[in-house]
């Protein structure tokens, strides 16, 4: 299966992490939520930027630095050592050992995606007081396997693309219209849409620019510019009827390019879109509908200037495992921890 295959690796850094192999525990009789390790960080991601392996470094470096400082982080690869073309999903059983998951995923437009196919997972990760930062671009899309923009949930339109139990709606708490790049728009305005910048809203995170050295938005073949990064989306929130959830907290909103070389300057369309935000549910622990805390960056960090990165990411997990220890509403205790597992995060090797 996935983990026999070594979906679980060890990432040869300087930093440790515990490989981990096939568990032959069965599903009937092994408890699914233990959080007797501390973190794990999901690899969805291949074929970003100069090459995998230097995005690779980047989320673990960068993004997951602070993780790191914090406690023992283990890895889990989507996609296998070397990667191969079929992502493969993980299970309850594997994510229930771990209080605090970073999944990050960067696979372009494709629809078969391990985020895709562990929502159901992930669902009861969060439902049993998970938490989770997800990183990464279009990520409803990779979840519905639909890449059109707008997409609007159902019931507040006719043809709407998803519902309210959905694992967009319930987890990553979009409750209104996702946009993007649009997919029917004029080339001038798919031109002009994407981002240059995560501007922030929030007093506390830092607002991020774009990595000159990485991505030039001014160059131009000559009809169009190459604009800005196109690998975002972000929930509108701003229909009357669709306001923002309680616990939801908008961090970023995306600064979008907004210039075409045939005709200059092009009105902002997406202002009041959320790209980044932070989600405690307001409700009772272990009551219907209650769930782990959540961070989502629902862009590709990897193209931003890495110290406003860093700085993000290390606010974002202080927030998401701040009280871990806490019984209280989206700060999970253990729940199941064998004799035989020793301390929390101990870096063994599970068989």
């Known amino acids: 299966d996935a983990f026999a295959s070594g979906r679980f690796q060890r990432r040869a850094r300087h930093r440790s992490c515990v490989v981990i ?19 794990l ?7 970003v930027g100069p090459s995998d392996s230097a995005h690779d470094a980047y989320i673990d470096e960068v993004v997951a630095a602070r993780l790191h400082e914090l406690g023992p982080v283990d890895v889990f690869n989507v996609y296998g050592d070397p990667e191969g073309s079929s992502p493969h999903p993980i299970d309850i059983e594997q994510l229930g050992h771990y209080r605090v998951v970073l999944w990050h995923s960067a696979v372009g437009t494709t629809a078969n995606t391990g985020l895709g196919r562990s929502k159901d997972a992930l669902a009861h990760y ?18 519905l396997g639909d890449f059109t923009y707008p997409k609007a949930p159902l019931p507040t339109a006719g043809d709407g693309t998803f519902d309210q139990d959905s694992f967009v ?15 029917n728009g004029s080339r001038r305005l798919q031109e002009a849409s994407g981002i240059i910048g995560c501007r922030s809203v929030s007093a506390e995170f830092p607002t991020l620019e774009l990595d000159p050295l990485k991505w030039d938005p001014w160059v131009d073949d000559g009809e169009y510019y190459r604009g800005g990064i196109a690998d975002w989306e972000g929930v509108l929130m701003d229909s009357p009827d669709q306001l923002p959830p309680a616990g939801f907290e908008a961090i970023y909103s995306p600064d979008t390019f907004d210039h075409s070389l045939c005709c200059g300057d092009v009105t902002p369309q997406y202002e009041a879109a959320v790209l980044g935000h932070r989600y405690e549910s307001p409700l009772p622990p272990g009551s219907v509908g209650d769930q782990g805390r959540t961070v989502v960056f629902n862009f590709q960090p990897w193209y931003f200037e890495s110290e ?12 998401v495992v701040d009280g871990i220890d806490s019984p209280r509403a989206g700060s999970p205790v253990p729940t199941a921890v064998a004799a035989s597992d020793g301390v929390l995060g101990s870096g063994r090797t599970v068989r």
């Open 126 to 143: 969060l439902a049993g007081g998970g938490r989770v930062f997800f990183v990464g671009g279009r990520l409803s899309s990779l979840v």
């Open 41 to 47: 960080m999901v690899d969805d991601s291949r074929l």
């Open 21 to 39: 192999k096939a568990m032959s525990i069965p599903w009937s009789s092994a408890p699914m939520i233990h959080f007797d390790r501390f973190a």
């Open 169 to 183: 709606w319930r987890k990553l708490r979009y409750q209104d219209d996702v946009v993007g790049i649009p997919t």
């Open 308 to 319: 406003g990165v860093a700085e993000a990411c290390r606010l974002a997990v202080d927030w």
